[in-house]
């Protein structure tokens, strides 16, 4: 929606379904918390990580309308398909280990925060483009080429 909206233009109905695809998220993100505190057994609140889902949009939409000329901005854009594959899944299981071990649940979900962004990074600037070069060369080599006038 937001691309959509950035080249194609804001009408109420984009503005009606991103509403929804917000609310969408507030209720998963909910829903994550609760049966991750259903197996562990310390209080969690779902206002933080709301709030983080919240400014990430913004600031997503606020890139519609500012000028954005970072280089590494691309960078932080390619990291979040990995960081959205990996966030609740393992970073729940690193904060159930870290607060089986006696960590604070705050201190457990920070550090669990810290890995997946590190570990998103990993994948996407490291990892990644060397896989798709490895699969170039091996899979892609004999591509048909086009003749050059």
Same mark, same amino acid.
């Given at each position: 929606?937001?691309?959509?909206?950035?080249?194609?233009? %804001? !009408?109420?109905?984009?503005?009606?379904?991103?509403?929804?695809?917000? @609310? +969408?998220?507030?209720?998963?993100? &909910?829903? =994550?918390?609760?049966?991750?505190?259903?197996?562990?057994?310390?209080?969690?609140?779902?206002?933080?990580?709301?709030?983080?889902?919240?400014?990430?949009?913004?600031?997503?939409?606020?890139?519609?309308?500012?000028?954005?000329?970072?280089?590494?901005?691309?960078?932080?854009?390619? %990291? !979040?398909?990995?960081?959205?594959?990996?966030?609740?899944?393992?970073? @729940? +299981?690193?904060?159930?280990?870290? &607060?089986? =071990?006696?960590?604070?649940?705050?201190?457990?979900?920070?550090?669990?925060?810290?890995?997946?962004?590190?570990?998103?990074?990993?994948?996407?600037?490291?990892?990644?483009?060397?896989?798709?070069?490895?699969?170039?060369?091996?899979?892609?080599?004999?591509?048909?080429?086009?003749?050059?006038?």
């Amino acid at each position: 929606m937001i691309w959509l909206v950035r080249f194609k233009g %804001m !009408t109420a109905q984009r503005i009606g379904l991103s509403l929804v695809f917000v @609310a +969408a998220g507030v209720l998963q993100i &909910v829903s =994550s918390v609760s049966a991750t505190q259903a197996k562990i057994t310390e209080p969690m609140y779902a206002l933080p990580p709301i709030i983080l889902f919240l400014l990430a949009i913004g600031f997503m939409v606020a890139s519609l309308q500012v000028e954005m000329s970072w280089a590494g901005w691309r960078k932080v854009g390619m %990291m !979040t398909y990995p960081l959205y594959l990996i966030h609740d899944l393992v970073g @729940a +299981a690193v904060i159930g280990k870290l &607060v089986f =071990s006696g960590v604070n649940y705050e201190v457990a979900m920070a550090i669990s925060a810290a890995l997946m962004i590190v570990v998103s990074w990993l994948i996407a600037v490291e990892a990644e483009p060397r896989i798709r070069e490895l699969l170039d060369s091996l899979l892609f080599r004999y591509r048909l080429r086009t003749p050059t006038s």
